[in-house]
């Protein structure tokens, strides 16, 4: 799986959008961009995902680089509740099957009030 | 979002002893889960994979013998720290993924944490 950077922190302003970076530049074509967030001392939870077009659910936006080679989070209206590391991780997605997730360092996110 | 839950949320043990942590897919049935392990300030380390019915794959530098993995149903997945030592204190996660709901998507457990005396 290819790796991903992102920066190790990041403060944001509660109300405002938080846009969290992800660089990816040895992404394979077949390799999808997963977001997943975890706050202190709970298991990961699923942000978004997507291939290669911007997708928007309920809690975020994820905005893909037409090369692919970046990403960002956005998290449009953040609250002291979205204060968790993010990780940004590429993987293979099987259909009927699901490939293993290697987490980074991820972004240790700061809403402040 | 799929359920997943892990059983015991918190455990402390003697040092010698063996724990085992249960993984379970509430709501859908797994195909694949996963295994992790994160320290104090740490991300996550996938520890192994495990497939039902078959034998887990363990990362490089995971003892199989200490770290017994048993997959045994499609919601359930086991594993035991065997011969638990304090440096095995640590935080456990588990992961499923929802093969039958074609998504990619997985989900993770609330974690389990280790406390070896």
């Known amino acids: 799986d290819a790796k991903t950077t992102q920066p190790p922190s990041m403060d944001c302003a509660e109300g405002r959008a938080a846009n969290l970076p992800c660089n990816h530049s040895?992404?394979?074509?077949?390799?999808?961009v997963y977001w997943y967030r975890q706050i202190h001392s709970q298991g990961p939870q699923y942000i978004i995902h997507?291939?290669?077009n911007n997708e928007t659910n309920e809690m975020a936006s994820l905005i893909i680089t037409e090369d692919r080679k970046s990403s960002t989070l956005i998290l449009p209206h953040a609250t002291l509740r979205d204060t968790a590391v993010y990780y940004c991780?590429?993987?293979?997605?099987?259909?009927?099957?699901?490939?293993?997730?290697?987490f980074g360092q991820g972004t240790t996110l700061q809403v402040k009030p | 979002g799929a359920v997943v839950s892990q059983h015991p949320s918190r455990v402390i043990c003697k040092s010698g002893t063996s724990v085992k942590i249960e993984c379970r897919s509430l709501?859908?049935?797994?195909?694949?889960m996963f295994w992790y392990r994160q320290f104090p300030k740490q991300s996550l380390m996938l520890m192994a994979t495990?497939?039902?019915?078959?034998?887990?794959?363990?990362e490089q530098g995971v003892e199989k013998d200490k770290f017994l993995i048993n997959h045994a149903s499609l919601t359930l997945s086991t594993l035991t720290v065997t011969s638990a030592h304090p440096e095995d204190s640590s935080f456990y996660i588990c992961?499923?993924?929802?093969?039958?709901?074609?998504?990619?998507?997985?989900?993770f457990g609330e974690g389990s944490r280790l406390t070896v005396l």
């Open positions: 040895t992404i394979s074509g077949n390799e999808y």
């Open positions: 495990s497939n039902e019915g078959s034998k887990a794959t363990y």
């Open positions: 709501d859908f049935q797994a195909t694949t």
């Open positions: 991780i590429v993987r293979v997605r099987f259909s009927g099957n699901t490939g293993k997730l290697i």
């Open positions: 997507g291939l290669k």
């Open positions: 992961s499923a993924g929802a093969g039958t709901m074609n998504t990619g998507e997985l989900f």
